[in-house]
């Protein structure tokens, strides 16, 4: 017969690797599921740009999913929802489960800051009748590509009397955007003269504010006094309020479908709010889950996790022993018991610049959930390095669910390297793994990912809470 296979095509699928583009493996409903699963992504994406928004934006999906305030000492019993919101910076949500917590929780953690450039508290000054913002870039940037591209203004202006004010300029259709200048290729003869990473050096990144005097013959930086009283007539703030804000510019574009195709997500801070949102809805959509399903949301992965909304911080340890001193029970235990999806983004593979990747063994887009045994950077300096025993029990709970999944690594030996909050999980005692969606142009204003791969995060994250 002609469709019969030949032996050595029966080997080969019996022993050998096969890898298959999702878009092949998948139904046309199935991709439609994906495609529609990225609406609300989207969404999230323009409404949660900082790490404050983000907060706002996943206790108020978690409230209307029935999730309470946790309080410490509060009793609790399976299938109690809750969350904790530490410092406005980042929160932690979990289900009580049926199990007793003794057994561990299966958590989730993803970060959700992301790189930006940050005012120096005290940023504004006039320049050649120019209002301009000093910054300071905050995690891992090339700077040049913060240039010339429309920002946004978020944050927060805490006043001398304690009141706190929101800031968000340039997100509404009607407001407007701030610039970091670039110098005209025709007079930049010199500029390109300098190292790739100088180009444009730290201290040029400031940002264009205003250009309009105050009518007043009286007074020197007319510019920079107009825009102190327009900020105060807005905020009701004073220049000396810049010292206690915390106010960051990012990115001012939507996320948007990419491709004729419509097959990826254009957007900023992808890195890593994918891995949040899709954590996020896995544990808002989990009906009942047998282990208690943590997810922690975390702040400053990128500027290395320390400080106290940091994943090096004793916060998440704090919490599981809260919840362990609720049912009487060791936190210690807890946490030994504890398996940890990291939820962060690896590297895609990129066909422009192919050289920076070994192609067996990096992260493809739409070839699904992207699982990295160990980060790191040289000899593994860094990693927590997943034990084969934890990737096995993974990858059976992935194929076991039909997950579409891949593994995949941070570029060539020697290439570079990076790290997740991974590590910092795994010294707590606890089994941990990076889980999450290849992205193009990592730390780019506007990073790519693709549909098919978001929802197969998000599918991960789902079956590791419903197991
Ligand atoms: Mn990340
Ligand atoms: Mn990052």
Not at 117 to 128: A, G, H, M, T, V
Not at 135 to 159: C, E, M, N, R
Not at 199 to 215: D, Q, R, Y
Request: net charge negative.
């Amino acid at each position: 017969m002609e469709n019969e296979k030949s032996t050595a095509e029966l080997l080969k699928e019996k022993l050998c690797v096969t890898k298959k583009h999702g878009g092949l493996r998948l139904s046309t409903d199935e991709i439609n599921v994906c495609n529609d699963f990225c609406e609300d992504y989207k969404v999230f994406l323009n409404d949660a740009k900082t790490e404050r928004e983000a907060v706002v934006k996943s206790i108020t999906l978690a409230e209307k999913c029935g999730f309470v305030e946790y309080k410490d000492g509060m009793s609790l019993k399976a299938g109690d929802k809750i969350y904790y919101n530490n410092r406005g910076k980042s929160v932690i949500l979990a289900v009580i489960g049926t199990e007793p917590i003794e057994k561990g929780v299966h958590l989730a953690a993803a970060h959700i800051d992301s790189p930006r450039l940050d005012l120096k508290q005290n940023p504004l000054y006039e320049d050649s009748e120019i209002a301009l913002f000093k910054t300071h870039y905050y995690g891992g940037i090339k700077k040049y590509q913060w240039t010339t591209i429309p920002l946004a203004l978020h944050g927060v202006v805490v006043k001398k009397d304690g009141t706190k004010v929101s800031v968000n300029i340039g997100e509404d259709e009607n407001d407007p955007v701030f610039f970091v200048t670039d110098l005209l290729p025709h007079l930049a003869a010199d500029q390109m003269k300098r190292t790739p990473g100088d180009i444009i050096k730290g201290e040029e990144l400031n940002i264009i504010v205003g250009s309009m005097p105050f009518k007043d013959d009286k007074i020197s930086e007319k510019v920079k006094l107009n825009i102190m009283v327009l900020l105060n007539e807005k905020y009701g703030m004073i220049e000396e309020d810049f010292l206690s804000a915390e106010l960051e510019a990012v990115p001012a574009f939507k996320a948007k479908d990419v491709g004729i195709d419509r097959s990826m997500v254009g957007s900023y801070g992808h890195d890593d709010r994918v891995c949040a949102y899709t954590a996020l809805k896995a544990i808002l959509d989990c009906p009942n889950v047998k282990k208690t399903a943590v997810v922690i949301l975390t702040d400053k992965e990128e500027t290395g996790s320390d400080g106290n909304t940091g994943l090096r911080s004793a916060y998440l340890k704090h919490f599981i022993y809260s919840l362990a001193d609720s049912f009487g029970v060791s936190g210690r235990r807890v946490i030994a018991n504890t398996e940890c999806l990291s939820a962060d983004v690896n590297a895609a593979y990129d066909p422009t610049f192919p050289d920076v990747m070994e192609k067996r063994n990096c992260a493809f887009i739409n070839y699904g959930v992207c699982v990295t045994k160990f980060t790191g950077a040289r000899g593994k300096s860094g990693t927590s390095d997943a034990s084969a025993e934890f990737v096995g029990r993974v990858r059976a709970m992935l194929d076991s669910n039909n997950v579409i999944w891949q593994t995949g690594e941070l570029g060539k030996v020697d290439a570079g390297g990076g790290g997740t909050v991974a590590a910092y999980l795994a010294n707590m005692d606890m089994d941990v793994i990076d889980v999450g969606v290849p992205v193009i142009a990592m730390h780019a204003p506007y990073e790519v990912v693709s549909k098919i791969d978001v929802y197969m995060t998000y599918k991960a994250f789902y079956v590791f809470f419903d197991e």
